[in-house]
């Protein structure tokens, strides 16, 4: 699949959590693949609305085709929603999970799951930094 447009539904951005150590790694990972991520691309699993209304009209207004979810359950209820809509999973969006959960092995469609490595840097004195972006590979 020759997928350039990705979202990523995660937890908040801004908050001090995996959520956003996940946002800065896929920002990360998309801009050493000269893959450009807009920021319309992320949505929060805390929106008000279903976060698969605004994945669907991402698909069909801006041809947004890959979605990295921030666990397996919200990437299988993606598919699920998506499919309910029309869309064809993973012809017309390929959708990732992470953590690699038995629920990436429940569904008819194969759920791709991945893992997450997250490295804490170091202060030259031996104190733990804040931690660095997650590691991905595309």
């Given at each position: ?6 979202a ?19 920002e990360?990972v ?6 450009p ?11 008000q ?6 994945a669907?009209m ?10 990295l979810c921030?666990?397996d ?14 869309i064809e ?10 953590g690699?959960s038995?629920i990436?092995?429940l569904s008819?469609?194969?759920?791709t799951?991945?893992?997450q490595e997250?490295?804490?840097a170091?202060s030259p004195?031996?104190?733990r930094?804040t ?8």
């Amino acid at each position: 699949h020759h997928h350039r447009k990705f979202a990523l539904i995660s937890a908040g951005k801004d908050a001090i959590s995996c959520g956003r150590e996940l946002y800065r790694g896929f920002e990360k990972v998309l801009g050493e693949y000269g893959i450009p991520f807009a920021p319309e691309y992320y949505i929060p699993t805390h929106r008000q609305e279903n976060p698969s209304d605004y994945a669907a009209m991402l698909i069909k207004q801006h041809g947004v085709n890959a979605f990295l979810c921030e666990n397996d359950a919200v990437a299988a209820r993606l598919m699920v929603d998506l499919k309910l809509r029309g869309i064809e999973v993973p012809q017309e969006a390929a959708i990732i999970g992470t953590g690699c959960s038995f629920i990436s092995e429940l569904s008819s469609t194969p759920l791709t799951s991945m893992t997450q490595e997250a490295k804490t840097a170091m202060s030259p004195s031996g104190q733990r930094d804040t931690p660095s972006a997650l590691r991905f590979s595309i």
